[in-house]
């Protein structure tokens, strides 16, 4: 099995993610009574981050330990892959069938073990390298494995119904957090300091070592942004403020350092590579001003308090900066033939990604004072299906390069 097949199908379950995106979007203003909405927005989520997240970074991982460690067996990173796959799959049949029940809960649990499994290997394996991507890896796959403490959580008291409504949020948010800002975001960190190496510009081990200490300490105490309103008392919010101007600071550095690269990347990139780079970029700013705000309680309180401001601040880390992140790096291993057709469907998919942002945003600030947009719920529809069609494209026409030998995975 080649890298090229591992690449493409996680183009194919993201594809799945869109689908399920339109399906929960047309379920809104019209009826579809054979599937339930809760279930499906739950598989949605779960397929989201295990069967098309997770799985990617997996392939990128194993491709990244592969260019360093020519020798390396991945026999083991094949079979960790297949079971993650396997997991995903059955979440995502599970919970549309059921939602929430024994199975669907021992299928999430199974994809959790998956990853305690890879972040050993992993660390195992890049115990020799010197790379300055490997702590944002390591990082990444650490906040991985503490993230389950909210996911097992959630899973006792679903089971067992013993539900209270701070735990059950506070869960959610943990495994949130640590999931998004810390596994993904650092990966893709990771990966960019990567990419940018091969373009020409490295990064000093000092410099990378400050950043990373500023973005780990921000992440692990970052938390309690998500539980500001279980009343903290003063010292513990002085704290999460500190912790997130260290994030800023840490942001503020990582841009500079790609500003600094930019010569290298005009050379080396081409114009699309460099615009979805400018794309993803303004995402993660806005996620890092927002973070900063959530600081102000009044601001907090709205943001947690509105389902469309929730929502559109979760697509614009999930999809708008992390899933469009992992897009381009797809095509970026230069694994596959880039045709017209494709970069067609990479920017119908970026403007799907940027018009779904631009109405979630503008139905949060209209919620401030109870307004609804209308007919909202059919241009998001209408949104989701861009997306879906812009995937599509790209998946079908993602060719392997035939004149160049990949490694096999």
């Known amino acids: 099995m080649q890298r090229t097949f591992w690449l493409k199908f996680a183009l194919f379950n993201f594809v ?20 339930d909405q809760k279930h499906v927005q739950e598989a949605h989520s779960h397929f989201a981050f295990y069967g098309w997240i997770t799985n990617i970074l997996y392939v990128l991982l194993t491709d990244y330990l592969l260019k360093n460690l020519p020798n390396l067996n991945v026999r083991k990173y094949r079979y960790l892959i ?7 799959f059955a979440m995502l049949g599970l919970f549309i069938y059921g939602g929430y029940f024994w199975g669907s809960i021992a299928a999430s649990a199974a994809a ?7 972040a050993y290997c992993f660390y195992m394996d890049s115990r020799k390298l010197q790379d300055t991507s490997k702590i944002w890896f390591l990082g990444g796959l650490f906040f991985a494995v503490i993230s389950s403490a909210g996911v097992f959580n959630l899973g ?20 949130l ?26 990064i000093g081990a000092r410099e990378n070592r400050l950043l990373f200490w500023l973005m780990f300490i921000g992440c692990l105490i970052g938390f309690g942004l998500s539980v500001l309103w279980l009343k903290l008392p003063v010292y513990i ?11 800023t600071a840490g942001a503020v550095m990582l841009y500079n350092f790609v500003k600094r690269s930019w010569t290298h990347l005009v050379l080396k990139w081409s114009p699309m590579q460099r615009f979805v780079l400018i794309f993803v970029g303004f995402a993660f700013a806005v996620k890092i001003a927002l973070q900063l705000g959530s600081n102000i309680p009044a601001l907090s309180q709205f943001a947690f308090g509105f389902r469309n401001v929730v929502i559109a601040y979760l697509h614009l880390v999930l999809l708008m900066c992390i899933a469009t992140f992992l897009v381009s790096q797809i095509l970026a291993t230069n694994y596959f033939t880039i045709g017209k057709t494709l970069l067609l469907g990479l920017k119908i998919y970026l403007l799907g ?33 861009l997306i879906f069609i812009g995937l599509v494209i790209m998946f079908f026409n993602l060719k392997r390069k035939n004149t160049q030998q990949i490694s096999k995975i």
């Open 353 to 385: 990604i940027f018009l779904q942002e631009a109405l979630l945003g503008i139905m949060g600030v209209l919620s401030i004072k109870y307004i609804s947009l209308p007919f909202s719920q059919h241009l998001l529809l209408a949104v989701a299906v």
């Open 237 to 247: 919010f002085v704290i999460i403020v500190i912790a997130s101007l260290m994030q």
């Open 112 to 118: 959790l073990f998956v990853s305690f499994g890879f």
């Open 82 to 88: 297949i079971a993650n796959l396997t997991a995903s």
């Open 177 to 202: 957090h640590f999931q998004y800002n810390g596994f993904f975001i650092f990966s893709c960190i990771g990966l960019l300091l990567y990419s940018l190496k091969e373009a020409g510009s490295s």
């Open 156 to 175: 006792y008291m679903m089971s067992s119904n013993n539900v209270t409504q701070d735990w059950y949020l506070g869960s959610e948010y943990y495994y």
């Open 16 to 35: 799945i993610v869109a689908l399920l995106g339109v399906v929960m979007r047309y379920k809104i203003p019209y009826s579809l009574p054979f599937l």
